[in-house]
């Protein structure tokens, strides 16, 4: 596959886009026709998904579909699939209409939803056995078809392993394949490459544009990472169950020419200060952090020559006008009001100053074992964390991150070496070092059942806080995190980026002095990503202590320092800008963390 690369830092190479004026005409798979769908609520009214969609798939293409939580991307897909019946319009499959000729249309589909239904006790190869029985592909074909899948997606050799014994890529692997083995003319790709690291999110690209350009299979694929719509043919872009436009990448990209400026902070100044001080100024359109720099979109009317104007001499940036990205040409293009994220960093998380001061060791590893049976899965790992300080957590899936974060958390026992949290021994008093902590899971873990102001009472009573303090805490997250028109919504039934304020809530309840964040934006729209980091740099200015685990590479510009691992081991240790200094080369000299992780993780360079 060749790929198109403009130079900018950051920029994911695309594959050739597709142009509107392209000679070579595509057979139309997917054609999605007014569509409308309205859910029914129990005690609401009724809440409308899509509004009048329209849009095409072709063979041989990828169509990317893109917007933020509640878009209607996943409703739209599941209509396509045959799952779900519209309110009006129609979904037509190859010509065949998803709610008349349901069965033909599904034959007709590969369909990998965000959740894929992979069976944890079956093997690689009884998983695909099974889902060959459910698609009726024959015996004589399916040796042929299971070998060339296994082959494709780099699994032939794990065909005995458990599913469940997996790490994330490869179960996303083994979910692409299951959803292939029926050879799929159209695939339906629900944001596939959440929650996996960035090696594998490429891996899974390569599959795709395999069979697309190989195959001449039609892809339909919403993502949650804009960089990956700049891979795409064709983009559609949702937003509040409406379409605001589509097109190639490279035209979004035209609509802020001239608009996006790169800001490099002057020594000794946080890229993160920066962004705080433009975040929240009417002429900012977006603000966000790429290779230790900020990166800048401006609104249509706005006087670049004030960016900076008001910023003291020892904070102002040198700028620099760079050619835009699609995600620069996505923040501009979706209502302000959406975009702009309702934050005030720097607003106190602690009713009380925490003691101690700016580079104290609050975490602190030494030497730090986990075995399980004979597998060393975390091996002698010896690192700092410091008050005050963004430290990053990273690897590829299987590395022994999670085993890593668990163990510094206290959800996980060590099986050597020594852990310290806020001055406390772990290993020896866990319960008082716990109790400075706080512990945000990746996967949405409060009650979904009750109510969000019932959560809050429930763990601040399970925090041991008294019904004054609790009382004023729970006054605190309401008017922090914008919850109190959900506070009698049931968790579960929360808009993505809701459901991520309540467990951050849930998490600072008892103002703890320590952070602990297990990839917190998995899966969460760009929206929510940039409110969440924007509340994130505010809590660790006024000195608490932030440990995150993230596979979005963009979001390790934020950590001070950040660990990288592999096979339970340190690859590397540093500051951004270290980190990328191991992968500058003579062909590369700006290179980004993720091109640096890559090359780490890849043994292209050794640390």
Same mark, same amino acid.
């Given at each position: 596959?060749?790929?198109?690369?403009?130079?900018?830092?950051?920029?994911?190479?695309?594959?050739?886009?597709?142009?509107?004026?392209?000679?070579?005409?595509?057979?139309?798979?997917?054609?999605?026709?007014?569509?409308?769908?309205?859910?029914?609520?129990?005690?609401?009214?009724?809440?409308?998904?899509?509004?009048?969609?329209?849009?095409?798939?072709?063979?041989?293409?990828?169509?990317?579909?893109?917007?933020?939580?509640?878009?209607?991307?996943?409703?739209?897909?599941?209509?396509?699939?045959?799952?779900?019946?519209?309110?009006?319009?129609?979904?037509?499959?190859?010509?065949?209409?998803?709610?008349?000729?349901?069965?033909?249309?599904?034959?007709?589909? !590969?369909? +990998?939803? #965000? @959740?894929? &239904? *992979?069976?944890?006790? /079956?093997?690689?190869?009884?998983? $695909?056995? %099974?889902?060959?029985?459910?698609?009726?592909?024959?015996?004589?074909?399916?040796?042929?078809?299971?070998?060339?899948?296994?082959?494709?997606?780099?699994?032939?050799?794990?065909?005995?392993?458990?599913?469940?014994?997996?790490? !994330?890529? +490869?179960? #996303? @692997?083994? &979910? *692409?394949?299951?959803? /292939?083995?029926?050879?799929?003319? $159209?695939? %339906?790709?629900?944001?596939?490459?959440?929650?996996?690291?960035?090696?594998?999110?490429?891996?899974?690209?390569?599959?795709?544009?395999?069979?697309?350009?190989?195959?001449?299979?039609?892809?339909?694929?919403?993502?949650?990472?804009?960089?990956?719509?700049?891979?795409?043919?064709?983009?559609?872009? /949702?937003?509040?169950?409406?379409? $605001?436009?589509?097109?190639?990448?490279?035209?979004?990209?035209?609509?802020?020419?001239?608009?996006?400026?790169?800001?490099?902070?002057?020594?000794?100044?946080?890229?993160?200060?920066?962004?705080?001080?433009?975040?929240?100024?009417?002429?900012?359109?977006?603000?966000?952090?790429?290779?230790?720099?900020?990166?800048?979109?401006?609104?249509?009317?706005?006087?670049?020559?004030?960016?900076?104007?008001?910023?003291?001499?020892?904070?102002?940036?040198?700028?620099?006008?760079?050619?835009?990205?699609?995600?620069?040409?996505?923040?501009?293009?979706?209502?302000?009001?959406?975009?702009?994220?309702?934050?005030?960093?720097?607003?106190?998380?602690?009713?009380?100053?925490?003691?101690?001061?700016?580079?104290?060791?609050?975490?602190?590893?030494?030497?730090?074992?986990?075995?399980?049976?004979?597998?060393?899965?975390?091996?002698?790992?010896?690192?700092?964390?410091?008050?005050?300080?963004?430290?990053?957590?990273?690897?590829?899936?299987?590395?022994?991150?999670?085993?890593?974060?668990?163990?510094?958390?206290?959800?996980?026992?060590?099986?050597?070496?020594?852990?310290?949290?806020?001055?406390?021994?772990?290993?020896?008093?866990?319960?008082?070092?716990?109790?400075?902590?706080?512990?945000?899971?990746?996967?949405?873990?409060?009650?979904?059942?009750?109510?969000?102001?019932?959560?809050?009472?429930?763990?601040?009573?399970?925090?041991?806080?008294?019904?004054?303090?609790?009382?004023?805490?729970?006054?605190?997250?309401?008017?922090?995190?914008?919850?109190?028109?959900?506070?009698?919504?049931?968790?579960?039934?929360?808009?993505?980026?809701?459901?991520?304020?309540?467990?951050?809530?849930?998490?600072?309840?008892?103002?703890?002095?320590?952070?602990?964040?297990?990839?917190?934006?998995?899966?969460?729209?760009?929206?929510?990503?940039?409110?969440?980091?924007?509340?994130?740099?505010?809590?660790?200015?006024?000195?608490?202590?932030?440990?995150?685990?993230?596979?979005?590479?963009?979001?390790?510009?934020?950590?001070?320092?950040?660990?990288?691992?592999?096979?339970?081991?340190?690859?590397?240790?540093?500051?951004?800008?270290?980190?990328?200094?191991?992968?500058?080369?003579?062909?590369?000299?700006?290179?980004?963390?993720?091109?640096?992780?890559?090359?780490?993780?890849?043994?292209?360079?050794?640390?």
């Amino acid at each position: 596959m060749n790929c198109n690369n403009t130079g900018e830092p950051g920029q994911t190479p695309s594959p050739p886009a597709a142009s509107t004026e392209d000679p070579i005409r595509k057979e139309t798979l997917l054609a999605v026709i007014d569509l409308v769908k309205t859910f029914a609520g129990k005690n609401a009214p009724p809440a409308q998904a899509l509004r009048g969609v329209s849009l095409t798939a072709e063979g041989g293409r990828v169509t990317g579909l893109v917007g933020a939580d509640g878009a209607g991307k996943t409703t739209l897909m599941r209509i396509a699939a045959g799952l779900l019946v519209p309110t009006h319009g129609s979904v037509r499959v190859s010509g065949l209409d998803s709610t008349k000729s349901t069965i033909a249309v599904q034959r007709r589909i !590969g369909y +990998m939803p #965000q @959740k894929f &239904g *992979l069976y944890q006790d /079956l093997t690689v190869a009884e998983n $695909l056995d %099974l889902y060959a029985d459910l698609q009726g592909v024959l015996q004589s074909q399916r040796k042929r078809q299971v070998e060339r899948l296994t082959r494709m997606t780099g699994l032939s050799e794990f065909n005995g392993r458990l599913a469940g014994a997996l790490s !994330g890529g +490869m179960k #996303q @692997k083994l &979910g *692409l394949a299951c959803s /292939l083995i029926k050879s799929p003319r $159209l695939l %339906l790709l629900d944001e596939p490459t959440v929650g996996v690291d960035p090696v594998s999110r490429r891996e899974l690209w390569r599959i795709v544009y395999n069979l697309v350009e190989n195959e001449d299979v039609g892809v339909l694929l919403s993502t949650a990472y804009l960089d990956e719509a700049e891979r795409c043919h064709h983009v559609v872009v /949702l937003h509040d169950g409406q379409k $605001l436009d589509e097109g190639p990448p490279d035209a979004f990209k035209q609509q802020v020419s001239r608009r996006v400026f790169l800001l490099r902070p002057p020594a000794g100044v946080k890229p993160r200060q920066i962004q705080t001080d433009l975040a929240s100024r009417d002429m900012i359109v977006d603000a966000t952090i790429r290779s230790g720099r900020v990166r800048v979109v401006v609104a249509r009317d706005a006087d670049s020559d004030a960016l900076t104007a008001d910023l003291p001499p020892s904070r102002r940036p040198s700028i620099e006008r760079v050619a835009p990205t699609f995600e620069d040409a996505f923040m501009a293009l979706i209502p302000k009001s959406s975009a702009r994220p309702d934050v005030s960093p720097g607003k106190p998380v602690h009713g009380n100053v925490p003691t101690g001061k700016n580079g104290d060791p609050m975490v602190r590893s030494d030497a730090l074992l986990k075995r399980f049976g004979d597998f060393e899965a975390v091996k002698h790992l010896t690192f700092d964390v410091h008050r005050g300080e963004i430290f990053g957590l990273l690897g590829p899936n299987g590395a022994g991150k999670s085993t890593t974060f668990r163990m510094l958390c206290g959800l996980l026992k060590a099986t050597g070496g020594d852990i310290q949290v806020a001055g406390r021994d772990l290993r020896r008093s866990p319960a008082r070092a716990r109790a400075r902590l706080g512990y945000m899971a990746q996967q949405f873990s409060l009650y979904r059942q009750i109510s969000v102001l019932e959560n809050l009472k429930f763990y601040g009573r399970a925090y041991g806080l008294d019904k004054t303090c609790l009382g004023r805490r729970i006054e605190w997250a309401f008017t922090e995190f914008d919850l109190y028109r959900w506070k009698d919504h049931a968790a579960g039934s929360l808009p993505g980026g809701y459901k991520q304020r309540l467990a951050m809530a849930v998490a600072l309840l008892h103002e703890p002095e320590i952070l602990f964040l297990d990839e917190p934006t998995s899966g969460v729209d760009p929206l929510a990503r940039r409110e969440f980091w924007l509340r994130i740099n505010g809590f660790a200015q006024q000195g608490m202590t932030v440990v995150v685990t993230t596979h979005f590479m963009e979001e390790s510009e934020y950590c001070d320092r950040m660990l990288i691992m592999s096979r339970g081991e340190k690859l590397a240790l540093g500051t951004p800008e270290e980190i990328r200094t191991l992968a500058r080369t003579a062909d590369n000299p700006d290179p980004t963390v993720e091109e640096a992780f890559v090359a780490l993780a890849t043994g292209e360079v050794n640390q």
